[in-house]
């Protein structure tokens, strides 16, 4: 196989992947109740991500909506009822926040 083509398909079954670790959220299917831009390339205000925090909620998915984009960071809002409570985190697939700002 092509080393171009076995990277690729290595993309889409990480994407699979990622996508089905959200499976089972829903209320009665299996779907996923939001839509998570995972790309941080294409971050922009308004985008809904799944974010990490540091220390002891390391192994908790986190939901949230980015209110600002920057080269190496991001801010984001994780209540839309708490809009003063925001975090900055690293800008990757899944930003990390650091547990001192929680």
């Known amino acids: 196989m092509d080393r171009t ?3 690729g398909k290595m993309r889409e079954v990480k994407e699979t992947v990622r996508e089905a670790t959200m499976q089972g959220m829903g ?10 831009n995972f ?9 809904t991500v799944s974010y990490r925090v540091s220390g002891s ?8 909506t980015l209110i600002e984009v920057g080269a190496d960071y991001v801010v984001i809002q994780g209540a839309p009822d708490k809009p ?3 975090y900055r985190g690293t800008r ?3 930003p990390l926040v650091d547990y001192d700002q929680i």
């Open 39 to 47: 790309d941080p390339d294409s971050f922009k205000p308004g985008d």
């Open 57 to 64: 909620l390391s192994g908790f998915p986190f939901v949230g």
């Open 27 to 36: 209320a009665g299917d299996d779907s996923c109740p939001f839509s998570f």
């Open 84 to 86: 003063d409570e925001v």
């Open 92 to 94: 990757e697939s899944r």
């Open 5 to 7: 083509i076995a990277i």
